[in-house]
């Protein structure tokens, strides 16, 4: 491998990234998910580093699965559109940042297609004022959040109480870094270090002293992919991808996934579980798998958040075994309470993956 | 004025560049030849063998510098920095100082080769035993043998061909021509110095247009078993060990593939030179949609350009491999001779207006 190689496409595609005001839209399945993660972003962009983003309550879903899976016409997700920079006008705003890659790949495919297409510009302003009486500005500035927390990288791991080093051996972790499709397979221009080799996530782990793994897969879709998984006949090729995945990464044995779109680590976590169920096959160290983390879950911990206040129990993979090398003191009794210290209930404990 | 007394200014030392200045030096002209780099020769410098027949190239590089006249003038380093017409003479600029005149001008500023970093997903630059054809010659070369960059012999060998040619993603539509026969030649080659290895070549089309390279096709595959895949490379990785995985479509058994390979070849292409862009400008001449010159008629004048009194000739109007570049230079060497004898030009512009 010649680093000096990758640094030379790092540095050609490089992006602007609006540096405060920024108007937050999160994403429908990240919320669902992992619910904890967008917490999370808020708390290190408002606390840790001081940056005003406003969370508006009346933004909607980007209809961005819908668009993928043909359910609904360009038309519809232009005029969606167009609301959410609306509410973004009203609201003062000119920086938006989505929580989710598909959303950030819709927003500039638009973005893109009113530049080229002014009449379906006009088309979408003309549709936006005749149902909801609106009318909106472009951004000034488009950047996902995981470009937000990459921008801001230094400052948070000059603040971090913690590193990706193994706190026994001294070693860096070795971290997978998955990128969503959408972030930048279309506009590579439009993401950091391009489609080919990201650099979003990369220099994010490696700014908390990982170190990053390239592994022949690395470029292959999680396994969500749309429609291979939204319909259920082809759930089959959705387990098989990830299964692709995980057999490449498997020999250079990695301590966590990291990844910055909501369903990346969704599928990264569950098809894990799901995988050693039919085929008894079980990835990572010790039988407990290979821990999937969001961009600001690693952020979260990073800083020292307690674990289950990010909500890391919500991983089908536990995250206990990341923890205990990194040095991260947690408190199992917690694991499964609220916020209230109320006790939630325990989930079902797998038959073959380790489960803490 | 008789010819001894004309001068003519060739921008480029390359073969095609050394043919012409022969021809029009043995037809009486003074010849001066402006070349960027510091030897002449161009590309052939760094040739090892050539196609179809495995002729070394320093022997026919030899063969036409030797052939060159002692009085030819040569401005090594040098690029041609301004050009000003005036009636029948040209006063040109070289390096910002130097100034001649001359009464015609020949460009054969030959082509650049493709930056095969710009196929990101390949790994050019990034991954240790990617090279392209152009290092495999600088590779031959050296060592008169081939080896990773570990020194090993290796057991795998991928070519790819059509690196930067025929791709609407790099922007280049056009064939270069050349790159399938180089990539037989250098399979062949590499099976003579490592004749245990597996050699694979990617294809989406052999295009062996040229007398004799057909043959060499099949010798590749009936004596040296090299196995020809149909279907583009999607992507390169590096494994642990250095060695490389390829992710490809087979594109006649219709299914994807994947190929283990300790050295992978890219087979780059022509690209225009980048002074192409600089001359056309200065000598207000044109450029084809692909890059190249564009010669003034593409089927009955290919050396002469839309102002008269320049020409051009070799790889500097489309990929051309080395015969038709010679032919082409001998080709503008004449028209370059008619058009200062006749004291007119004799371009097809000229003509029909």
Same mark, same amino acid.
């Given at each position: 491998m010649i680093l000096e190689g990758k640094k030379r496409v790092w540095n050609e595609y490089q992006k602007e990234i609006a540096d405060d005001k920024y108007f937050y839209a999160r994403s429908c399945i990240r919320?669902?998910?992992?619910?904890?993660?967008?917490?999370?972003?808020?708390?290190?962009?408002?606390?840790?580093?001081?940056?005003?983003?406003?969370?508006?309550?009346?933004?909607?879903?980007?209809?961005?699965?819908?668009?993928?899976?043909?359910?609904?016409?360009?038309?519809?997700?232009?005029?969606?559109?167009?609301?959410?920079?609306?509410?973004?006008?009203?609201?003062?705003?000119?920086?938006?940042?989505?929580?989710?890659?598909?959303?950030?790949?819709?927003?500039?495919?638009?973005?893109?297609?009113?530049?080229?297409?002014?009449?379906?510009?006009?088309?979408?302003?003309?549709?936006?004022?005749?149902?909801?009486?609106?009318?909106?500005?472009?951004?000034?500035?488009l950047a996902h959040a995981s470009d937000v927390i990459f921008k801001f990288r230094n400052e948070i791991a000059q603040k971090a109480k913690h590193r990706l080093v193994n706190c026994n051996t001294g070693e860096p972790l070795r971290v997978i870094e998955h990128i969503g499709c959408h972030y930048a397979r279309m506009f590579p221009h439009k993401g950091v270090g391009g489609a080919e080799y990201p650099y979003v996530l990369a220099g994010l782990a490696e700014s908390f002293g990982g170190e990053v793994v390239d592994y022949p897969e690395r470029r292959t879709c999680c396994g969500f992919g749309f429609r291979q998984y939204l319909v259920q006949a082809n759930r089959g090729y959705s387990v098989a991808c990830s299964k692709r995945k995980f057999e490449s990464m498997a020999p250079f044995n990695p301590d966590v996934i990291i990844t910055n779109c909501p369903g990346c680590p969704y599928f990264l976590d569950r098809w894990q579980y799901v995988i050693s169920e039919m085929e008894g096959k079980i990835y990572g160290q010790n039988g407990h798998g290979i821990p999937v983390l969001t961009f600001e879950e690693l952020a979260g911990l990073m800083m020292g958040y307690n674990p289950w206040d990010i909500g890391l129990q919500m991983h089908q993979i536990s995250i206990e075994p990341l923890l205990d090398k990194i040095g991260i003191e947690y408190n199992m009794h917690n694991k499964y309470c609220d916020a209230e210290g109320n006790f939630m209930g325990k989930p079902e404990i797998p038959e073959l993956v380790k489960f803490y | 004025m008789k010819e001894t007394e004309k001068h003519i200014l060739i921008v480029g030392a390359g073969p095609a560049g050394i043919e012409a200045a022969e021809h029009l030096s043995d037809l009486g002209y003074?010849?001066?030849?402006?070349?960027?780099?510091?030897?002449?020769?161009?590309?052939?410098?760094?040739?090892?063998? #050539?196609?179809?027949?495995?002729?070394?190239?320093?022997?026919?590089?030899?063969?036409?510098?030797?052939?060159?006249?002692?009085?030819? !003038?040569?401005?090594?380093?040098?690029t041609v920095t301004k050009t000003i017409k005036e009636e029948n003479l040209f006063n040109v600029e070289i390096n910002g100082k130097t100034k001649i005149q001359c009464d015609s001008i020949l460009l054969t500023v030959g082509f650049d080769v493709f930056d095969a970093r710009i196929k990101e997903e390949y790994g050019y630059g990034i991954y240790d035993n990617v090279v392209t054809s152009a290092d495999l010659e600088h590779i031959f070369n050296q060592n008169n043998k081939i080896?990773?960059?570990?020194? !090993?012999?290796?057991?795998?060998?991928?070519?790819?061909?059509?690196?930067?040619?025929?791709?609407?993603?790099?922007?280049?539509?056009?064939?270069?021509?050349?790159?399938?026969?180089?990539?037989?030649?250098?399979?062949?080659?590499?099976?003579?110095?490592?004749?245990?290895?597996?050699?694979?070549?990617?294809?989406?089309?052999?295009?062996?247009?040229?007398?004799?390279?057909?043959?060499?096709?099949?010798?590749?595959?009936?004596?040296?078993?090299?196995?020809?895949?149909?279907?583009? #490379?999607?992507?390169?990785?590096?494994?642990?060990?250095?060695?490389?995985?390829?992710?490809?479509?087979?594109?006649?058994?219709?299914?994807?593939?994947?190929?283990?390979?300790?050295?992978?070849?890219?087979?780059?292409?022509?690209?225009?030179?980048?002074?192409?862009?600089?001359?056309?400008?200065?000598?207000?001449?044109?450029?084809?949609?692909?890059g190249f010159f564009a010669p003034c008629d593409v089927h009955i004048d290919r050396n002469s350009t839309g102002t008269e009194g320049i020409y051009m000739a070799g790889a500097c109007t489309g990929p051309k491999n080395l015969e038709a570049s010679l032919a082409d230079a001998r080709s503008a060497a004449l028209k370059i001779h008619y058009h200062l004898v006749h004291g007119k030009a004799t371009n097809l512009i000229n003509e029909l207006s």
């Open positions: 919320q669902n998910f992992f619910p904890g993660a967008e917490k999370t972003f808020l708390q290190i962009m408002r606390n840790e580093l001081g940056k005003e983003v406003y969370d508006d309550p009346k933004h909607t879903t980007c209809t961005g699965i819908a668009y993928h899976t043909d359910i609904i016409p360009l038309e519809t997700i232009m005029t969606v559109v167009a609301r959410q920079f609306s509410l973004m006008s009203e609201s003062g705003y000119e920086n938006y940042v989505p929580s989710c890659i598909t959303s950030f790949g819709i927003y500039t495919e638009i973005l893109e297609l009113w530049e080229h297409n002014p009449e379906l510009e006009e088309k979408a302003r003309d549709f936006l004022y005749k149902s909801t009486k609106r009318e909106f500005k472009k951004p000034k500035n | 003074q010849i001066s030849i402006v070349e960027k780099d510091e030897a002449i020769g161009g590309k052939l410098n760094n040739w090892h063998q #050539l196609f179809p027949d495995h002729r070394p190239a320093k022997e026919v590089l030899s063969h036409l510098v030797n052939k060159l006249p002692k009085n030819v !003038k040569f401005y090594l380093n040098s080896l990773t960059t570990q020194g !090993k012999i290796p057991k795998k060998i991928a070519f790819i061909n059509c690196v930067g040619s025929r791709d609407e993603k790099v922007g280049n539509l056009y064939c270069s021509s050349v790159c399938c026969v180089t990539g037989v030649k250098q399979a062949i080659e590499a099976k003579q110095m490592a004749p245990d290895a597996e050699v694979f070549m990617f294809y989406m089309d052999i295009r062996m247009y040229g007398r004799f390279y057909e043959d060499l096709y099949l010798e590749a595959q009936e004596k040296y078993h090299v196995q020809f895949i149909r279907g583009r #490379l999607s992507e390169v990785a590096e494994l642990q060990d250095g060695s490389l995985l390829l992710k490809a479509d087979d594109t006649l058994a219709g299914c994807p593939i994947k190929v283990h390979a300790d050295l992978v070849v890219l087979l780059i292409g022509f690209v225009p030179a980048a002074s192409c862009n600089s001359l056309s400008k200065m000598l207000n001449i044109e450029c084809a949609k692909d």
